[in-house]
């Protein structure tokens, strides 16, 4: 009886080894691309998907993290939507800011800093009432 458990349940290295083998297939990498340290947005994506699968296989959070040779916090980051916008809204905000003149950049810092509030805090707002003051002039001319 217990043969035809075993048989019907693969062991979890085969779970393992196919997961990750399906997501390296799909994302077209490498293994060693796929647990470096780099950060590149298409590894991140390879690994959030697999740390996904593996969780639906029912390993534990600690266990995706050894598996995917990553911090327990790193796992719980892939599946925390707020902490991955916020990463991704301040990467957007500095390259936005490195983009910007050096005089107009530190303009935004100062006032950042003076009002004790992020750049992005800063840029969002400018941007906004710009917004709404080309909406206003586009109103009084038609």
């Known amino acids: 009886m217990s043969d035809?458990?075993?048989?019907?349940?693969?062991?979890?290295?085969?779970?393992?080894?196919?997961?990750?083998?399906?997501?390296?297939?799909?994302?077209?990498?490498?293994?060693?691309?796929?647990f470096s340290r780099s950060t590149m947005g298409e590894l991140v994506a390879a690994r959030r998907e697999a740390a996904a699968?593996?969780?639906?296989?029912?390993?534990?959070?600690?266990?995706?993290?050894?598996?995917?040779?990553?911090?327990?916090?790193?796992?719980?980051?892939?599946?925390?939507e707020a902490a991955s916008e916020r990463k991704r809204s301040r990467s957007r905000v500095y390259k936005i800011l490195y983009?910007?003149?050096?005089?107009?950049?530190?303009?935004?810092?100062?006032?950042?800093?003076?009002d004790q509030a992020s750049p992005h805090v800063i840029i969002r707002e400018w941007i906004s009432e710009r917004a709404q003051h080309e909406a206003a002039a586009r109103a009084r001319a038609a």
């Open 4 to 34: 035809n458990i075993d048989i019907a349940m693969p062991a979890k290295a085969v779970i393992r080894r196919d997961i990750i083998a399906g997501v390296l297939k799909r994302h077209r990498l490498c293994s060693e691309e796929f």
């Open 53 to 80: 699968l593996l969780l639906q296989a029912g390993f534990t959070p600690g266990h995706v993290a050894k598996i995917l040779k990553r911090e327990r916090t790193t796992i719980a980051h892939y599946f925390s």
């Open 99 to 114: 983009s910007l003149p050096p005089d107009v950049r530190s303009i935004i810092e100062g006032v950042a800093k003076a």
